[in-house]
Nanobody, 115 residues
Framework: QGQLVESGGGLVQPGGSLRLSCATSGNIFGIYTMGWYRQAPGKQRELVATFTARGTTSYADSVKGRFTISRDNAKNTVYLQMYALKPEDTAVYYC?????????WGQGTQVTVSS
């Protein structure tokens, strides 16, 4: 059983930055594709970024050039570094671990971009 715990959300002004962390346990790190999703009020959940077990990354067009997904193998932790934040980035951000038909989700962390 995989477990994911996000942290690092909060309130930030437009143009600011935040780094989200996702601590994993349950022998999933390095095997599963790690990802970050977000869901804003009244909107569908959106895939933001992924990091495959082989090390390939991908990003939604809306965050390319502003967000970076990375991982620390020694800490079994995945990060989402967010720069140049915009009000439309406001959402609950979820960490995921996916392999075949199995997907684990974290509890989510709120990111609010507002002046």
């Amino acid at each position: 059983q995989g477990q994911l715990v996000e942290s690092g959300g909060g309130l930030v002004q437009p143009g600011g930055s935040l780094r989200l962390s996702c601590a994993t346990s349950g022998n999933i790190f390095g095997i599963y594709t790690m990802g970050w999703y977000r869901q804003a009020p009244g909107k569908q959940r959106e895939l933001v970024a992924t990091f495959t077990a082989r090390g390939t990354t991908s990003y939604a067009d809306s965050v390319k050039g502003r967000f970076t997904i990375s991982r620390d193998n020694a800490k079994n932790t995945v990060y989402l570094q967010m720069y140049a934040l915009k009000p439309e980035d406001t959402a609950v951000y979820y960490c995921t671990a996916q392999r075949a038909t199995v997907t684990y989700w974290g509890q989510g962390t709120q990111v609010t971009v507002s002046s």
